[in-house]
């Protein structure tokens, strides 16, 4: 399969970590352990519901200290499409799923002096990963949380266990802001910033650090982008001589694979590249969702990223 | 499988040779007539029994020799093995991929056992018998990466991914093709392929590099490159070129065959799981013309590659002063006959 090479998991635990937030233990099948995975690392996580399989990704949280278990995170999207929900109400402990081999978009910058790490609600499980490995090889960091109210406990308690007063909380019921303004100055110089959360943090936190003058080098970030939802459109593929229906609550991606075309993914999110694909004629307008293409390449109107990305009009054209 | 380790020399008296068995399986890397660039990767997936790519790392009957040439010119230059300190979390996860491979495809040779982070290494053909803790340096007698390298025949470099490209942040190279680690150490991928010719105006290194960036654990992935070597050593490095490169004068007519030498580097990469670095192995194998011609389709197709082979490459490898006369040595061995598609022998 496209996504590489697959391991089937059982749900050892399920854990209500907060309002919304289902944590999942997941163990290797056949009982061995689990690769080792650097912190920021997702996996796909590939769900049966049906005909369908949903696939969606989700941050490692950690590995267990005898390999035989990961946890990953996940919130409950409101009016999810499939996957969120699917894994708060339809995943039981005992089940079976299968996920991806990990693979990270979002590293840590390690010759860097200085980490900040900087979480949002469910932006904290790369983030959580990233604490421990900075801890693990004694470097520099700081750890900035941003939630609701104190129903985050189990993050929030794990992670004071773990990491002390390097965390800052700050609880919006208590009207405590996460400020970049107020988190940015005085860091050594060298000093590297990641942050995870709600798209509009994470548009302040770096517009915030390139306002105080950070090189954009050492701003980085990971949005946990779905496909988005449009209208539908058809999609023909020229090489394969296939013609399909990409339904509004589709992304092309799915809309391929239901259609029993395997192309290239991976993060199934706009970051990775390895679904660009060449545009061959445009009936319409390409509404681009990725974070991968250049704005040059977007208005060259030549390459369109299969995951997220869609046509505003009647149809697309591929060179596949 | 049992292997015969020979006892050569790689450099002074050059004793260096192949076997016939050894021949046989030589990768020779021309599946056609001609040669020029290309992003000729391909997934590194087990081959044929007997052949380099049957095991993910290749031991041979130049092991012994091989780890004992390399361990001389650390002696006389130490600069050859280099890591910065952020990368001693991929050094450690080489170790593991190198003990893990090499144990399970030559259980004769290697044996690895381990007990939670306590592992024994065996290694009987250089007689070494290791207990250490793994992810503690302190109990190994070098560091990680030094430690393993210098019992893996091939060349080894750690890259760190970051800021969307790799950076040559570690090394082993004892037996490089004219480069050189102490001055690409933490370059990135198209700063340290700044020297290569005409690759650049075919977009080979940006197709290459994003390919790699998303390379995946337990999904490792090979190429073959080549050049050619005068004598068969293995230290062809630029600190040491006042040794080597006026040996490319000494070719006669009368010497090729025995001088002369294909070298080809079979080159694997493979994603690293706790650091997310990737290994870049570049394992070696010489051949000279003498042993090359054995092999009649060998010897037509590469007096035919060496012949079309653009100026500018042959220039950047370093063949210019030898390669007429290498061709017109080879053309005896070309009767003009059609060649078959692939790289195997007929
Ligand atoms: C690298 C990466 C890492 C990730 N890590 C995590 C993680 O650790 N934890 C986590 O919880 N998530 C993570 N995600 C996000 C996750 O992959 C899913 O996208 C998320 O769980 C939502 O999935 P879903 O199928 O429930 O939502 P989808 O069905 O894909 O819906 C997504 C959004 O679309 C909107 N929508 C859906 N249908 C409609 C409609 N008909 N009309 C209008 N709007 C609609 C909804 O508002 C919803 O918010 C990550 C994503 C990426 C790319
Ligand atoms: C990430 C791992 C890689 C490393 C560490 C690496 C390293 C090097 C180095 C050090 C050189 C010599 C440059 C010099 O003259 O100083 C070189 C040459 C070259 N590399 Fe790479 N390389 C890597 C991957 C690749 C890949 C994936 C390709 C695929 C196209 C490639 C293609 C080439 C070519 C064509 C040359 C010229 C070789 C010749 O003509 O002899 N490299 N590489
Ligand atoms: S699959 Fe990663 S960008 Fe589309």
Redesign the interface.
């Given at each position: 399969m496209s996504g590489?090479?697959e391991i089937a998991v059982v749900v050892a635990e399920i854990e209500q970590a907060a309002r919304n937030v289902k944590r999942f233990r997941f163990a290797a099948k056949d009982g061995g352990s689990l690769?080792?995975?650097?912190a920021?690392?997702h996996v796909v996580v590939l769900m049966r519901d049906g005909e369908r399989t949903i696939r969606n990704a989700y941050s490692l949280i950690d590995r267990a200290e005898d390999g035989s278990s990961y946890r990953i995170g996940v919130l409950r999207t409101p009016n999810s499409r499939g996957g969120s929900k699917f894994m708060h109400e339809r995943v039981s402990v005992g089940d079976e799923l299968r996920i991806t081999?990990?693979?990270?978009l979002f590293?840590l910058?390690?010759?860097g002096r200085k980490h900040l790490l900087i979480a949002g609600g469910i932006g904290v499980t790369p983030i959580y990963a990233m604490a421990d490995e900075l801890q693990r090889?004694g470097a520099l960091y700081e750890i900035h949380y941003a939630v609701r109210d104190e129903a985050h406990g189990a993050f929030i308690d794990e992670m004071r266990a773990r990491h002390g007063d390097r965390l800052k909380l700050y609880r919006r019921d208590l009207e405590e802001i996460l400020a970049v303004d107020q988190i940015l100055p005085g860091q050594p110089l060298g000093t590297h910033l990641y942050v995870c959360g709600p798209e509009g943090m994470i548009e302040a936190v770096l517009e915030g650090g390139l306002e105080a003058g950070w090189p954009k080098?050492h701003l980085h970030a990971e949005r946990f982008q779905t496909p988005p939802t449009g209208e539908p459109f058809a999609l023909r593929l020229a090489k394969a001589g296939l013609t399909c229906e990409v339904r509004g609550d589709q992304s092309m991606l799915e809309a391929l694979e239901e259609a029993g075309f395997d192309p290239p993914s991976?993060c199934r999110g706009g970051a990775?590249?390895?679904c660009a694909v060449d545009v061959l004629e445009a009936d319409g307008e390409l509404i681009h969702n990725d974070h991968y293409l250049s704005a040059a390449e977007r208005a060259s109107g030549e390459k369109i990223m299969l995951c997220v990305s869609r046509l505003k009009g009647r149809e697309l054209v591929l060179d596949l | 499988m049992t292997v015969h380790f020979k006892q050569e020399t790689f450099r002074d008296d050059y004793t260096y040779s192949n076997s016939p068995e050894a021949i046989r399986r030589f990768p020779f890397p021309f599946d056609k007539d001609e040669y020029m660039y290309s992003v000729n990767i391909e997934q590194h997936m087990p081959g044929p029994a007997k052949s380099p790519f049957e095991f993910p790392i290749d031991i041979d009957e130049h092991y012994v020799s091989e780890m004992r040439d390399r361990a001389i010119t650390l002696a006389q230059d130490p600069k050859r093995c280099q890591s910065?300190p952020?990368m001693i979390?991929a050094e450690w996860?080489l170790v593991e991929l190198l003990m893990e491979s090499m144990a399970k495809h030559y259980p004769e040779l290697f044996t690895l056992t381990q007990d939670g982070d306590r592992w024994r290494w065996i290694n009987r053909p250089l007689d070494i018998d290791q207990t250490f803790t793994f992810g503690d340096a302190s109990t190994l007698p070098y560091p990680p990466m030094e430690y393993i390298t210098r019992q893996c025949q091939g060349d080894f470099a750690l890259l760190?991914?970051?800021?969307d490209n790799l950076w040559m942040d570690a090394g082993m190279i004892t037996s490089q093709a004219d480069w050189s680690l102490d001055f690409d150490i933490g370059m990135n991928f198209l700063e340290w392929h700044a020297p290569v010719p005409l690759a650049k105006d075919m977009a080979i290194f940006e197709r290459a590099l994003?390919f790699l960036?998303?390379l995946?654990?337990?999904?490792p992935v090979r190429r073959l490159n080549w050049t050619m070597t005068i004598n068969p050593r293995l230290d062809t490095s630029p600190e040491n070129y006042d040794k080597w490169g006026a040996d490319r004068a000494t070719v006669t007519p009368e010497n090729v065959g025995r001088k002369v030498h294909l070298r080809v580097e079979l080159q694997a990469m493979w994603r690293l799981?706790?650091?997310?670095a990737i290994v870049f192995s570049i394992r070696g194998y010489l051949i000279n013309m003498d042993e090359l011609v054995t092999v009649p389709k060998w010897a037509r197709r590469f007096h035919r590659v060496l012949r079309e082979l653009r100026p500018e490459l042959a220039e950047y490898k370093g063949l210019t002063r030898y390669r007429q006369t290498t061709i017109d040595w080879l053309a005896k061995h070309d009767d003009g006959a059609p060649t078959s598609p692939g790289f195997q022998p007929d």
């Open positions: 590489g090479v690769p080792h995975f650097a920021g690392s081999m990990p693979v990270n590293p910058f390690h010759p090889r080098e991976l990775c590249g390895q | 910065l952020h979390t996860d760190d991914q970051r800021l994003k960036l998303n995946q654990q337990g999904r799981p706790r650091s997310n």
